[in-house]
């Protein structure tokens, strides 16, 4: 079975920077591709950005040039490394991964971590 843990969320002034990571329990080759989604309160939990099993890599429009999503097969872990944060950023961010091929059913996720951005 499948487990993701997400660290690194807390508490950052607009402006700052964070680093999200995403270990995958087992093997990371065990499952596809790796996403990260994010959910306000009071909205739905919306896709941020999604790395393929290629380490190919893409990401919302919102987030391009702020936020990068990568893959380190060998420590079994996804990153998304956020910059220029701003107070509309704040959420919970989960991380999920898909066992089958696009277009992705996220069967697996994380409990989430709480990011906070201070305006």
């Known amino acids: 079975q499948v487990q993701l843990v997400e660290s690194g969320g807390g508490l950052v002034q607009a402006g700052g920077s964070l680093r999200l990571s995403c270990e995958v329990s087992?093997?990371?080759?065990?499952?596809?591709?790796i996403s990260w989604h994010r959910q306000a309160p009071g909205d739905q939990r919306d896709l941020v950005a999604v790395?393929?099993?290629?380490?190919?890599?893409s990401a919302i429009d919102s987030v391009q040039g702020r936020f990068t999503i990568s893959r380190e097969n060998a420590r079994n872990t996804v990153y998304l490394q956020m910059t220029s944060l701003k107070a509309e950023d704040t959420a919970v961010y989960y991380c999920?991964?898909?066992?089958?091929?696009?277009?992705?059913?996220?069967?697996?996720w994380g409990q989430g971590t709480q990011v906070t951005v201070s305006s």
């Open positions: 790395i393929t099993a290629r380490g190919v890599a």
């Open positions: 087992g093997s990371i080759n065990d499952v596809g591709a």
């Open positions: 999920a991964a898909a066992d089958g091929p696009f277009p992705y059913v996220w069967n697996y």
